[in-house]
């Protein structure tokens, strides 16, 4: 590896006007590979137990069509998950977790060394953090509903063991992402400061054109992120496309000049709980992606029903 093929670093690395491309929805490329993950409590996380070379085969192919950044399987992964599903010890559980980062980690330096091209930095490896929603596993990671009876202080304790397994492997980074409350969002922000050498971004799930999904605006959401010294963006994910612009908009005047906007939307199809994702006409995703990049987002990728050849059209529009 020659000194053009450096690794990023997180907090300087969209220091630029030149994205950083992130990956797409893990848990659709494994389904488009036959995986069976409707209605799994754990979701794609289960993979990391029963395939582990799954993950890394779909990790190794958004690297081949143009990220620089590739996110854990751990979004629904958590110990309390993990022991209550697998049957796991707590310990083994925290191992699992630790696993998502090194499986990660250990496909970017396999891609690394077969790379022949001379400018590709090393990609950065994001630990993914979803909300305590998605262990609830009753769609309320789209609406925050269960901040109505947790403090932030119970929402930091819940998260803190997954957080610290995956800084402890070695994460460059920490994706707190489809973040659907205020409150959670304080209680990540406040988290984050218990691990000082750790860089993250967090990005909210939104319902509408101004709105996070528990109702508040997302300019208050940008606000509470932005007294951070350790995110390095803020922004939306899984939310339809066409918010994007109109969401970034109404918070411009809130977000730190220190950090960049996030966005990484999802197909912009229809969710529902119990049946999944609806086939509908899809939004022209990478051409929207143009507009967010001159609005200054420099982490642009795809979430729920964005797959590779998406991800090589967007790094071919914005690169």
């Not at 909210?204 to 101004?210: A, L, N, P």
Request: with cysteine; hydrophobic share 40%.
């Amino acid at each position: 590896m020659n000194a053009a093929n450096a690794k990023m670093d997180p907090a300087t690395a969209s220091m630029t006007s030149k994205p950083l491309i992130l990956d797409g929805g893990l848990a659709t490329e494994l389904e488009e590979r036959g995986f069976q993950l409707q209605g799994d409590p754990l979701w794609s996380a289960k993979i990391l137990y029963t395939d582990p070379k799954a993950i890394k085969d779909v990790h190794y192919r958004y690297l081949q069509c143009g990220s620089d950044v590739i996110t854990t399987a751990t979004y629904q992964a958590s110990i309390e998950g993990f022991t209550k599903h697998l049957g796991l010890k707590p310990e083994e559980a925290e191992q699992l977790l630790m696993w998502g980062v090194q499986i990660a980690k250990e496909t970017a330096t396999d891609f690394m060394s077969s790379c022949i091209t001379a400018d590709r930095k090393v990609p950065l490896v994001a630990g993914s953090v979803g909300p305590y929603g998605a262990f609830l596993h009753d769609g309320s990671e789209y609406t925050g509903a269960y901040e109505s009876w947790m403090s932030v202080e119970e929402l930091k304790d819940w998260h803190r063991p997954q957080v610290r397994c995956l800084v402890a492997a070695g994460a460059d980074l920490i994706a707190m992402e489809t973040i659907p409350s205020l409150k959670e969002a304080e209680a990540l922000v406040e988290l984050l400061r218990e691990f000082p050498d750790t860089k993250a971004w967090l990005s909210f799930s939104c319902k509408d054109s101004q709105s996070i999904s528990d109702g508040n605006k997302f300019s208050k959401a940008v606000e509470v992120a932005s007294k951070s010294t350790q995110l390095v963006a803020v922004g939306v994910n899984c939310s339809p496309p066409a918010l994007v612009k109109p969401l970034l908009e109404s918070a411009k005047s809130q977000k730190a000049a220190s950090m960049s906007w996030v966005v990484y939307p999802n197909s912009g199809e229809g969710w529902d709980p119990s049946t999944g994702w609806k086939t509908e006409k899809r939004v022209p995703f990478t051409e929207l992606s143009v507009e967010w990049k001159e609005q200054g987002a420099l982490w642009i990728g795809g979430c729920c029903r964005i797959g590779p050849a998406d991800i090589m059209e967007l790094r071919s529009r914005l690169i």
